[in-house]
């Protein structure tokens, strides 16, 4: 007889008895708050308990199945689902709790949904195989049991990361700012608290949410009978007269819109230019890269084959720059191709081509633009130059402007000849919080590969730039190795001072910002107008030297003073505006005479970060 060998035990998964960890099966979810993980592990455990599922696949058993090509799930009424009984599988229960919430856009793939229901399961599975080992202590078997019971009491959150964005630029249900608000904290109560519940329908609000729709649907019919009209216009555009292309073979005729290629030979010529010309033409070329002839009266001669990559390609950096979007530069071009004599459905100019090579041409000229950077700060001394700014963003899935967090990040250098600094660049950031801005800012180092040449950081003195343990500068230190001059700018001391004061006159506001302080900035010139050197000189005290003793030791310091600001006028030892006008401020008050203060002038007060 060989020592008694202990048992391993198992646990009934019964519905009519307690589940271990979590307490009875619930046939239902509740519909007044979003379901925990525990609270959705009960009721799965609830629809498995008949013989017909126990023995089924895990994904059949919560959901059914997915549509081709698509990362959400086709509920065929096969499995658990029954619209018409209203009964649904354990994954269409879920996302039908959340679109009652109103988030119904902002939740996560119904595959990806699945994945996290089939990994909470699996943690669950492993629960009940841990418990039935015999050599677990108790002390371990605690641990494990209350950090499982943990995850269970916590919400089953299927949210994007991107919600609160997301939820500000909802197109398909409009919200007041109000409504906003309160849903993001419902959300942030059923992630901790869960003291909130799903309230009844609110016809009011819901009347008004319906007059938005209708708005919005009107708006969108609206942008696409404009969008026909324009499109029609552009087809409609004048050709020009045949006569014009006498002098070329081949010239445009309906035969050639019929078969032409992607390309088209524009050719615009005027009678007198051509008389000038004609002997010259002769001996070129069919297709010349280019010809050009001289230009008389607003009027040019152009012999060129043209591909609509190159006319995209031309016409894209000065649309972006002038914020011209995809679908106008499409009409530009189709109005331009049409009135040459060409056809735009034959030369394939459509909006989504050249969204494609908008693309393409940004990353080819970026390339250029971090080729060149790298060489000019190969090897050279550099100081890093980054700041946290919440910009307008236009969101590409809503077309709506909402507010962001950007980095903006520069190099500077002293051994930079021609210029004073280089913009790296102005990346969105998750937050404004150390962590998210310290990521952005070390990554594109780390592409521009400047880690190595850095020997100083300026930023402001924000708690989040200068903190002793988590603050980004100490932080990209430790990342770098290496120690950093640490020049701060004290722009915003002044800043801390005046707000005090007007929390003593005014008190505390909740607004971002003062109306009294914007209000100053934009009547500025009312109060001050812009003067040159000589209405500066006689409406503003400047320094009275002759107070002086000669020999004194302020007559010195005046001496020492006057002295060198001259010199760093004339040898610009601060190339930086905002520092090199501040020391034309000082000698200006200090009755400097130099050649570099002929154009000095005072200027409306406003931002300038170090």
Not at 60 to 67: F, S
Request: charged share 30%; glycine share 4%.
């Amino acid at each position: 007889m060989g020592p008694k060998v202990k048992k391993r035990t198992f646990l009934s998964e019964s519905v009519r008895r307690p589940l271990y960890l979590l307490h009875n099966p619930v046939s239902e979810l509740p519909t007044k708050q979003l379901p925990t993980s525990g609270t959705i592990m009960r009721h799965y455990q609830f629809l498995i308990s008949s013989k017909s599922k126990r023995f089924k696949q895990t994904k059949l058993n919560m959901a059914c199945t997915g549509k081709t090509g698509s990362r959400d799930l086709s509920c065929k009424g096969k499995e658990f689902c029954d619209p018409d009984g209203k009964t649904y599988c354990l994954l269409r229960q879920i996302v039908n709790i959340w679109a009652q919430a109103g988030f119904e856009d902002m939740i996560i793939s119904e595959l990806a949904i699945l994945e996290k229901l089939k990994n909470l399961n699996k943690e669950y599975r492993k629960q009940i195989q841990a418990h039935s080992l015999p050599n677990e202590t108790i002390d371990a078997k605690k641990s494990r049991e209350n950090s499982f019971i943990e995850i269970m009491e916590q919400l089953f959150d299927i949210a994007k990361s991107n919600f609160e964005q997301l939820i500000r630029s909802d197109k398909n249900l409009p919200r007041t700012r109000e409504a906003i608000n309160e849903d993001i904290e419902f959300l942030k109560d059923q992630r901790t608290e869960r003291k909130w519940y799903i309230g009844s329908l609110d016809t009011k609000s819901s009347a008004m949410l319906q007059r938005r729709l209708e708005r919005y649907k009107r708006q969108e019919k609206l942008r696409e009978q404009q969008y026909m009209s324009n499109s029609d216009r552009c087809m409609s555009a004048p050709i020009p007269e045949e006569n014009l292309y006498q002098n070329i073979e081949n010239s445009p005729t309906k035969k050639r819109h019929k078969s032409a290629p992607a390309d088209l030979q524009m050719y615009i010529s005027d009678t007198e230019t051509d008389k000038n010309s004609s002997e010259s033409d002769e001996s070129d070329s069919e297709f010349a890269s280019s010809q050009k002839s001289s230009l008389a009266n607003g009027k040019m001669k152009v012999n060129k084959l043209v591909t609509r990559d190159e006319l995209i390609e031309a016409t894209t950096p000065f649309c972006i720059r002038g914020l011209v979007s995809p679908e106008l530069q499409t009409w530009l071009l189709s109005s331009l191709v049409n009135y040459l004599g060409g056809n735009p459905s034959q030369m394939n100019i459509s909006k989504s081509s050249i969204y494609r090579q908008r693309v393409k041409i940004l990353e080819n000229k970026a390339t250029v633009i971090r080729d060149n950077y790298r060489e000019e700060m190969a090897g050279k001394q550099l100081c890093l130059h980054f700041d946290g700014k919440i910009l307008k963003h236009l969101d590409e899935n809503t077309n709506q402007s909402v507010l962001r967090d950007r980095v903006a990040v520069s190099i500077t250098s002293p051994d930079f000849l021609d210029r004073t600094d280089l913009l790296l660049g102005i990346l969105p950031a998750a937050s404004g919080r150390a962590n998210d801005e310290l990521e952005v800012i070390h990554n594109l180092l780390e592409s521009y590969e400047v880690c190595d040449d850095l020997f100083a950081i300026c930023a402001d003195t924000t708690a989040v730039n200068t903190g002793a343990k988590t603050g980004i500068i100490v932080r990209l230190c430790n990342i770098l190795k290496k120690p950093i001059l640490w020049v701060m700018c004290r722009h915003h001391m002044f800043e801390i001072m005046i707000s005090k004061a007007m929390k003593l006159i005014y008190g505390v506001t909740s607004a971002p910002e003062r109306t009294f302080y914007k209000d100053f900035k934009k009547n500025w010139e009312s109060f001050f107008e812009v003067l040159s050197l000589d209405e500066s000189k006689k409406k503003f005290k400047r320094f009275n030297e002759k107070e002086l003793v000669v020999g004194s030791k302020l007559y010195k310091i005046y001496s020492e003073a006057k002295s060198y600001l001259k010199f760093a006028l004339e040898h610009e030892i601060f190339p930086r505006d905002d520092y090199n006008h501040l020391v034309k401020y000082d000698a200006f008050y200090l009755n400097v005479e130099s050649q570099k203060l002929k154009n000095f002038v005072k200027h409306q007060p406003g931002a300038n970060h170090g």
